[in-house]
């Protein structure tokens, strides 16, 4: 329950962050995607906070061994690039690109201007269930960077 409960409540103020800072407005995000036009480094400024608050959590997990509500410290181990992250990773940039939204924002502003994003929700549920269709086993891997062999 207390899982679930954190959570709900990160995804909250995840949320609440990206509508407070604007990144959940597509034409923000264009905005930062234009770098010959008028550029826009909010989306940077934001991302750094970002990071800078998920690198304080995991090390702290690192240092207490496992995180506050989970048995262990889930680390990916995998290192090399497959297909089917290549294409996922290229149809991710080219609707971001293309739309100004990826799925967080995409759905925050679902709950305030469902309009904007039905489409792009929509689309996105479909890419996820045409990445269950495809096989793991059929896309072998195309290239391997920082692999530990």
Excluded: Q
């Excluded at 502003?109 to 990445?131: K, Q, S």
């Amino acid at each position: 329950m207390a899982k679930t409960a954190s959570a709900f409540a990160v995804g909250l103020l995840f949320g609440l962050g990206l509508l407070v800072s604007g990144m959940a407005d597509p034409a923000k995000v264009l905005g930062f995607l234009d770098v010959t036009g008028r550029w826009d480094p909010n989306l940077a400024l934001v991302m750094a906070g970002a990071v800078a608050v998920s690198a304080a959590g995991y090390r702290l997990a690192r240092r207490r061994g496992r995180p506050v509500l989970a048995p262990r410290l889930d680390v990916p181990a995998r290192r090399d690039l497959d297909g089917r992250l290549i294409a996922g990773a290229a149809i991710f940039g080219l609707g971001w690109g293309l739309a100004g939204l990826c799925p967080g924002p995409a759905l925050t502003i679902l709950t305030v201007a469902p309009a904007e994003a039905v489409t792009f929700v929509a689309a996105m549920v479909a890419g996820m269930l045409l990445f269950r269709l495809v096989p793991a086993a059929r896309l072998k891997p195309t290239a391997v960077l920082g692999a530990d062999a």
